[in-house]
């Protein structure tokens, strides 16, 4: 025997019917503001990304006694100059896209990025480079924080997480991001047709707009599946678009796709998430052979970034995106046993948009062994930061989404000298 | 808020096991709380016998793509999980399982990138009753230790052929040691981030060198497998030095020993790390989150006791999680409905609920992807990030389509069910209410489900209606935040 557990539906349906006012539709909010967006994308190399192969110093003889079976030799590297300290830098040969737009003067490699006492878990690592808090990395994002700043109401779309996932970066206290991963597969489905389904669709609309009271954890779930409900129509004009020029078929290329198609389609939105894993190269890291494995995340990056450069400027729209790259944390020197390399410390984020001042930023590490050298640490095993990542937050905040970073930095990180945009 | 009755049973079950069908309430009911809990946890006194019932009518399908092995293709193991998760009379069993899947986060696709798609499914997913060389992959020992002794599960997974690829143990060598594993083992596995130190970590990884596979056997030969092997040749026989004690004396040194006697370094370290009280206190968390509650921080007498109860069993699950489940704070009234369904808790006991019989398993695989939860592929080694986290809007729709697309399924089933309630919209609502949990809903929530009844028509109860009704309410309830929950 079951036993109701609803007594409360006795009172009847009748004494509940009530006419709902539909929810304010904020496309014209979302157009609003986004006509003076500027647009930037963040992308997330997960793992760790091993900085020393894909901005190669070859001309230090430690990186090559150092990485016996993992250097990217002198000749194959794309030179790109050197750097303030006269450090002959190249990038890794599966990057000739990314030279392009360096040579075009739109890509800024940022060296030695980190912070003090550099968290070697991933975890944490993520953590502290989502909220831009080294001692208490547990809050929202820094991204999550700008749209917080944002006047309410704000636009469900003004962010878009093209993952399946809630990346920390994105976390706010007031602003939920929606994740869609395929623009395609972002629909209402309904087990019935034609004006049932409507009636569903409809009901599902207003129940959604409800706001539970004094129970936070529903509230939340209440938010997203309200997001999801609003932005659905503006995401079907982005599955229709056509872009001006082939994405390849990776998950970066596709986001950098449906990214594109966001911006084309003017739907409002401003800020973007995009991540491509698989940094955390322990093993068989093969930076040289064209299946290897660093070879290969290379080329993700190289491909991905390089259509979505063209599109953009085919579509007039590069001028208004910025693109800023991070991970978690660099690698160690010497390679391993595995001929793979370990969690480290500082690394390269790159910045890139047709308003960048481009070029290198920052110095290179000197990889020789002494335990004393002042740009490596934990007995020269890694390389040790020059610049707070958090100063380059600062200039994309300030410059770029002008905003002010010291308070949603919680501190001063400007750095003068960091002029990338 | 409208008021709520949902009886301690269910709330058991939503935790210790996936939900109840129908059927397994009314066994359930029969027992007093602390009688369910014995039972559920003394499941070894149940037959294990959910596999054989896999093609059977009367049960939730599966969609074998030519032969069904789950042994040797990841899919189909993927479905035999679910499968059985809906199926099993050993519902703790299952849950735990999740439970250290989630714990030692495991991903298939990089064991299966080194070793081979076929290989990849048998390391994670074989069961030793089906393998030419019995070997038992990760789940499958998981799954015999669900309640077993943590110290043990713990030196399986140090030895496990999945793990060893998975965190690049197979590749620790004296020349050259590997920190992925003794990093992990000591943040994610044991004690937590904050109790050990980069140094811990590089002898750590001196600990465990030469604890690599070998792959006996002729090529070609079916029975030919890799296995845990102690290469003595590659193992640093140099004495390792500790911040936390690896001694039952308190000493932080392991000895300098032969290469020979070199494995004892790792059951040493293994040993020290399953009796560190920093390791019963981060389990004791972690079980609070999984069974108690992710809405407010772990109650500090939970953990106190949990934690105590695990040092003093010598690290006994079996009697920590019964203490777990007998626990006041699992019973208080504010635990009920405090913890965010994980996906496939979610999709499992929406198919107890709304029914089975028609839909196969394997039309939950993407949709489970959608909603951030692939078996067998957490996102990382630190496994999926729960709470908030699982309600991207992506996701949340997700779930709402999985909630139609098993109500459409269901259609014809849910109408000749509710044909006992049809005189009314009223008697509608209520009757799947009470067979669809929720959490509390307030009144205007009920009034939008009710206007929906009524919404493309006046209440005939017809078949027709019936049929179109009840799937459409099916797909709003458990679509509702409020569903989300367990």
């Keep these: ?421 | 808020m409208a008021g709520h009755f949902d009886r301690p049973i269910e709330h058991l079950l939503r935790r210790a096991g996936f939900g109840a069908s129908a059927a397994e309430l009314d066994y359930y009911s029969q027992m007093s709380p602390t009688q369910a809990i014995d039972t559920l946890i003394d499941f070894d006194a149940v037959a294990d016998d959910v596999d054989d019932k896999i093609f059977r009518s009367g049960y939730v399908g599966i969609t074998a793509r030519g032969p069904f092995v789950p042994a040797a293709n990841i899919t189909d193991a993927r479905q035999r999980w679910l499968f059985r998760m809906v199926h099993t009379a050993r519902p703790l069993q299952e849950k735990m399982t999740l439970f250290w899947h989630n714990h030692f986060a495991t991903g298939y696709n990089k064991v299966a990138g080194a070793l081979g798609a076929a290989e990849g499914a048998r390391y994670m997913a074989a069961k030793a009753s089906e393998d030419p060389a019995r070997v038992r992959g990760q789940i499958e020992m998981l799954r015999d230790n669900a309640l077993g002794n943590f110290r043990d599960i713990l030196l399986n997974i140090a030895k496990d052929t999945a793990m060893l690829v998975w965190l690049d143990g197979r590749t620790n060598t004296r020349a050259r040691p590997q920190e992925n594993f003794a990093r992990e083992v000591m943040e994610l596995f044991t004690m937590g981030v904050g109790h050990y130190t980069e140094t811990d970590v590089y002898a750590g990884a001196r600990v465990f060198t030469g604890w690599n596979l070998a792959r006996p056997g002729a090529a070609g030969d079916p029975a030919q497998h890799y296995e845990f092997v102690y290469n003595a040749a590659q193992h640093d026989t140099a004495s390792k030095t500790f911040s936390f004690p690896v001694d039952a004396a308190g000493g932080n040194t392991i000895p300098a020993r032969s290469a020979a006697n070199g494995m004892q370094d790792g059951l040493d370290l293994i040993n020290a790390l399953a009796g560190n009280p920093n390791t019963a206190r981060y389990l004791a968390m972690k079980l609070y989150r999984f069974f108690v509650s992710e809405l407010r921080d772990p109650d500090p007498a939970f953990v106190d006791r949990i934690a105590a109860v695990y040092l003093q069993s010598r690290y006994d699950m079996k009697t920590v999680v019964r203490e777990v489940l007998l626990s006041p704070q699992f019973w208080e009234p504010s635990s009920v409905f405090a913890r965010y369904a994980w996906p496939a808790e979610f999709v499992v006991r929406a198919l107890k609920e709304v029914g089975w019989v028609g839909f196969s398993v394997n039309d939950a695989l993407t949709p489970m992807a959608n909603m951030g939860q692939v078996l067998y592929e957490p996102p990382d080694v630190s496994g999926w990030d729960a709470g908030r986290s699982w309600f991207s809007t992506g996701a949340m729709l997700a779930r709402m389509n999985f909630a139609a697309a098993l109500a459409g399924n269901q259609k014809f089933n849910l109408a000749r069910a509710a044909k006992t309630s049809a005189q009314s919209a009223d008697a509608m609502l209520t009757y799947f209410l009470d067979v669809l949990q929720t959490a509390p809903l307030d009144v205007s929530v009920l009034k939008e489900l009710g206007n929906y009844l009524n919404a493309t028509g006046a209440w005939t109860g017809s078949d027709a209606q019936l049929q179109v009704k009840s799937a459409g309410l099916v797909h709003l309830i458990a679509g509702l935040p409020e569903y989300q929950f367990v």
């Design chain 1, 1 to 421: 025997m079951r036993i109701t557990r609803r007594e409360f539906v006795k009172g009847g349906v009748a004494a509940f019917t009530v006419t709902f006012a539909a929810p304010e539709l904020l496309s014209d909010l979302a157009r609003a503001q986004g006509a003076h967006a500027r647009n930037l994308v963040i992308l997330y190399l997960s793992g760790g990304n091993d900085a020393l192969s894909m901005l190669v110093p070859y001309n230090d003889p430690f990186y090559y006694s150092r990485r016996p079976t993992l250097a990217v030799p002198a000749t194959t590297v794309l030179q790109v100059g050197a750097d303030s300290s006269r450090v002959s830098l190249g990038l890794h040969p599966r990057l000739t896209g990314l030279k392009q737009i360096f040579d075009a003067g739109r890509l800024a490699l940022i060296q030695r990025t980190g912070y003090d006492n550099q968290s070697r878990s991933h975890f944490e690592g993520t953590d502290i480079w989502s909220t831009a808090d080294p001692r208490n990395p547990q809050g929202p994002g820094w991204v999550g924080r700008y749209l917080d700043s944002l006047a309410s109401p704000v636009d469900p779309l003004a962010g878009w997480n093209t993952t399946s996932a809630s990346p920390h970066v994105l976390q706010s206290n007031h602003v939920a991001v929606p994740a869609i991963a395929s623009p395609a597969g972002y629909s209402f489905s309904s087990p019935n047709t034609g004006a049932d389904a409507s009636a569903e669709r409809a009901a599902a609309l207003r129940i959604n707009s409800h706001v539970p009271v004094n129970r936070p954890e529903v509230a939340f779930v209440y938010e997203s599946a309200q997001a999801a409900m609003a932005t659905l129509d503006r995401v079907a004009t982005v599955a229709a678009y056509t872009p001006s020029t082939g994405y390849p078929n990776t998950g970066l290329g596709q986001a950098l796709r449906a990214v594109s198609g966001a911006m084309v389609k003017g739907i409002g939105t401003r800020i973007f998430y995009v991540t491509t894993g698989g940094f955390d190269t322990h093993s068989t890291q093969n930076v040289n052979a064209a299946n290897g494995t660093y070879f290969t995340l290379m080329a993700t990056i190289n491909d991905a970034l390089t259509a979505f450069y063209t599109d953009l400027r085919n579509q007039g729209l590069f001028d208004d995106t910025l693109l800023l790259s991070f991970s978690e944390f660099g690698r160690r020197i010497s390679e391993n046993g595995s001929q793979g390399t370990d969690h480290g410390a500082a690394s390269v984020m790159m910045a890139m948009g047709g308003r960048v001042s481009g070029g290198l930023y920052g110095t290179a590490p000197v990889l020789n062994t002494d335990p004393g050298n002042p740009t490596l640490e934990n007995s020269a095993g890694d390389v040790h930061y020059e610049t707070d990542f958090r100063s380059v937050y600062a200039r994309v905040i300030d410059s770029w989404l002008g905003a002010d970073s010291s308070t949603l930095l919680n501190g001063d990180f400007r750095k003068a000298s960091l002029t990338f945009v």
